[in-house]
C-alpha cells in the first residue's frame, strides 16, 4: 500500500441504529484528506443511502451483516457498502428515479439518484440470494497536494 | 436517538420543528409525532420548521412527500422553513422545492400558509 493509500473496513448488524454510526464513521475516516463541508455531507449522505438500501432491502426479514469499506487514494475516496442479503433482481430498475420495491414503507426512491449525484460513479453488483455490493467513487475537488 | 421532533399548533398551522438527523431510523417517530398532531389539530396546514435539522437522506424525503400527499388530498398546504445547506440541497435534487415553498423563518411561513 503507497504513502498516499489508506483503507478501513467496518461490519455492523444490519439494525437501522448502525445507519447514522456508519456515515459518521465514513466521513470522520475521510476527514483527513480536508474535503469541503460540502463534500463530507454528500459523503455522510450517500453512505446513509447505501447502508439504509442494505438494511431495509438486503434484510427485509432478519438481521445480516453490514460491511463498509472506505479507501482513499490521494484525492479520491472508494466506498463500499455489501451485504450478503437478498440481492436486487432488477439493478437497472432498482436505480430508476422514484422507483421503490417497498411503496408500503413510504420510501421516496430517490436512494440511487442520490447516491449518483453526490459521487462521480456508483456501479452495482448483485445477485439474488447472494448479496449486493454498492461501489461510490468521489473524487475530492478541495483535497490538500501531496507531495511524493 | 440523534434527533428531536415536536409538533405544536400556531394560529392553526401544525408547525413540526426537528433537531438532529432524519434517516430511517429516526423517520418513523417524525412521521408518528406529525401525523398525531394534524389529527389532533384537524388542520390541513403544516410547516416543517428544519432550521435545526442537521442531517437528511432519501428516508426523511419519503416523510416529507408522505404527508405532502396526504395534506394535498384534504386540499390542504405545506411548507418548509428555514432549512440548513445540504438539507437545502436534497430538496433542490429530489425536486421537492418546485412543489413546496420554503421560507427563511416560521413566522413569515405561517403568514403565507394562512394568506393562501
Redesign the interface.
Known sequence: MSARRNYMRLEFASR??N??FA?VAVAAFVAQLDPT??EL?EI??AV??AV?NA??HGYPDGEGLVAVTCTLDGDTVEIVVEDRGCGIEDVELARRPMYTSRPD???????F??ME?FSDRVDVISRPGEGTRVRMVKRLQSSAPTFD | MNLAVEAVQVSGVVVARLRGELDHHTSEAVRECVDAALEEAGSPFLLWNLAELSFMDSSGLGVLLGRYRRISQQKGKMAVCGPTAPVRRLLELSGVLSIVPVYDDETTAIAALREA
Not at chain 1, 414503507?105 to 436512494?111: A, K, Q, T, Y
Open positions: 437501522s441504529e445507519e447514522s456515515r463541508v460540502e455531507a455522510k449522505t446513509s443511502e439504509t438494511i431495509i414503507l413510504e420510501r421516496s426512491g430517490m436512494g439518484t442520490i449525484s
